[in-house]
């Protein structure tokens, strides 16, 4: 069963930086597209970076140039670099693989997403 435990999250001032990890215990990214949304109180989940299991990276519009997802095949882990952090980027941040195997095409919506992790949050302050 794919498990995805997320870690690397806290609280940084504008400007700063943050590496959030997700590990993998299945290895799923060789197999499944995965991403990184976020969710601040009161909006909707957004969709921030994803990977395709062939090894392509889409961004979303808000963080693209600032962020860079990457993976480590050896360790089974997703990371999302995140740089030039503002106070709108706070919010719980979640990797989620998709539901579908080898889907050609990033999903940039919550529902293609079939297993989450528990989230880690990210503050930021200015």
């Known amino acids: 069963q794919v498990q995805l435990v997320e870690s690397g999250g806290g609280s940084v001032q504008a400007g700063g930086s943050l590496r959030l990890a997700c590990a993998d215990s299945?290895?799923?990214?060789?197999?499944?597209?995965m991403a990184w949304f976020r969710q601040a109180p009161g909006k909707e989940r957004e969709f921030v970076a994803a990977?395709?299991?062939?090894?392509?990276?889409t961004y979303g519009i808000s963080v693209e140039g600032r962020v860079t997802i990457s993976r480590d095949n050896a360790k089974g882990t997703v990371y999302l670099q995140m740089n030039s952090l503002k106070p709108e980027d706070t919010a719980v941040y979640f990797c989620?693989?998709?539901?579908?195997?080898?889907?050609?095409?990033?999903?940039?919506?919550?529902?293609?997403?079939?297993?989450w992790g528990q989230g880690t949050q990210v503050t930021v302050s200015s």
């Open positions: 989620a693989a998709d539901g579908r195997a080898y889907r050609a095409v990033i999903a940039t919506v919550p529902l293609s997403y079939g297993t």
């Open positions: 299945a290895r799923t990214f060789d197999t499944y597209n």
């Open positions: 990977f395709s299991w062939r090894g392509g990276t």
